[in-house]
């Protein structure tokens, strides 16, 4: 597979296929299965609901481009997005640099890599927080990011999850598993 620039990738169709690309290289990972998207689901109505009453900034699903690194290929698809009033100016098509906060659910295919590669790159690139959405325990990991450090919490089932990055926001995880 040849090298791939962020404007070649960026000329190909839009399409809602997953893709990222990964230094130069286009990668297609399958579907999520229905139980990923019903939680990613539920998951993105509470959030957006939450910034929009407060006017606290945008969220948006998967797929949507976040180029982390021009220079060197690195555009990621996180599964959810939460960009800040005071940074909506890195949204022109795609999301041109680090959200505050990126969300990942976790599936047995995807687990290993969005706990080390992608949570590596969100760290590197200045994301601020990262969510881990596991389905298996009905838990959220919340991972505060910084240049040389994470502190992570998780939150169960009946626990009320809140973020460093939305400070306003009392989420009870529940509502996430909720059928």
């Not at 839009?14 to 990668?27: A, K």
């Not at 948006?60 to 800040?84: G, K």
Request: proline share 6%; charged share 30%; aromatic share 8%.
């Amino acid at each position: 597979m040849p090298w791939t620039s962020v404007p070649e990738y960026l000329r190909g169709r839009e399409t809602m296929r997953r893709r990222e690309l990964v230094y130069g290289m286009v990668r297609e990972p399958p579907s999520p299965f229905y139980d990923h998207q019903r939680f990613l689901t539920n998951l993105t109505v509470l959030l957006t609901t939450h910034v929009r009453e407060r006017a606290l900034g945008d969220v948006c699903v998967a797929p949507i481009d976040v180029v982390l690194d021009r220079r060197r290929a690195l555009i990621a698809q996180p599964d959810l997005v939460f960009v800040s009033t005071e940074r909506l100016g890195i949204i022109d098509r795609q999301i041109w640099g680090a959200p505050y906060l990126v969300v990942e659910v976790l599936s047995p295919g995807t687990a290993k890599r969005d706990r080390t590669t992608k949570l590596g790159w969100y760290q590197k690139y200045g994301v601020r927080e990262c969510w881990l959405v596991d389905p298996i325990d009905c838990s959220i990991e919340v991972i505060r990011l910084k240049a040389r450090t994470m502190t992570r919490r998780k939150y169960g089932e009946g626990a009320v999850l809140r973020s460093g990055v939305i400070r306003s926001l009392r989420l009870r995880v529940r509502e996430v598993f909720d059928e």
